[in-house]
Every structure is written in C-alpha cells, then in structure tokens.
C-alpha cells in the first residue's frame, strides 16, 4: 500500500508560481513511477509530468514543458512539482499518483495505482 497527500495548491495570478508537494509513504519503494496529474472542471483528467523514483527520469507534457519541473527528494519520499509562468488554463485540481508495476513512464491515468486527494490550483487572469 502506498499512501500519497498533496499540498501547496493556491490562488496565483498569470505570470507567478507555486511549488505542489507530494508526500508518500507505505511500501518500500523500488520500481515506482510518480506522477502528476490534473483535471479542470468538465474535463478528462490529463498527465502533467511524471519521474521515476530510482533513476529520476522525467516527462513532461507538450502544455507544461519549460514551465513546470518535476523531482523528487529521495530519502524523504517527497515529490515536488515547480510550476512557472502560470496560465490561467492551468486551473485545476491536480493530483499525485504512482505506478507501482514498472519503470517506465506512463501517461494514461489508468496505468497508476494509488493517488492522492488533490490540491486545487487557481491561475487568475
């Protein structure tokens, strides 16, 4: 079992930044992936970013590359994700998840195992 929480979500207007943090606790981790997703009012939930936890790997979506970084602190089982230049389309609640099964980064929702309640992040124009 794994357990994830959110936290850092806020209001922010277009142009500044917030720091999500994910905190993760349970199993002993090994061939994890984690993730970051999101999902706007009325809309499907999307991937924004994902890292492997043992070689640190990344990936990113096309809507969030060069704005947004995603890493991890190893022996505090913390994950972060470093948002930048926000727009007002990043609104949404975004969420924390991991994929247990393998080291390969997936970017369907379906493929992660546990997820966390979310933190909602609000871009005013």
């Known amino acids: 079992q794994v357990q994830l929480e959110e936290s850092g979500g806020g209001l922010v207007q277009a142009g500044g930044s917030l720091r999500l943090s994910c905190a993760a606790s349970?199993?002993?981790?090994?061939?994890?992936?984690l993730g970051w997703f999101r999902q706007a009012p009325g809309k499907e939930r999307e991937f924004v970013a994902a890292?492997?936890?043992?070689?640190?790997?990344?990936y990113y979506a096309d809507s969030v590359k060069g704005r947004f970084t995603i890493a991890r602190e190893y022996a505090k089982k913390m994950m972060y994700l470093q948002m930048n230049s926000l727009k007002p389309e990043d609104t949404a609640a975004y969420y924390c998840?991991?994929?247990?099964?393998?080291?390969?980064?997936?970017?369907?929702?379906?493929?992660?195992?546990?997820w966390g309640q979310g933190t909602q992040v609000t871009v005013s124009s």
């Open positions: 890292i492997s936890w043992t070689g640190g790997t990344t």
């Open positions: 349970g199993r002993t981790f090994s061939s994890v992936i």
């Open positions: 998840a991991a994929d247990l099964k393998t080291n390969r980064i997936a970017t369907m929702s379906d493929e992660y195992d546990y």
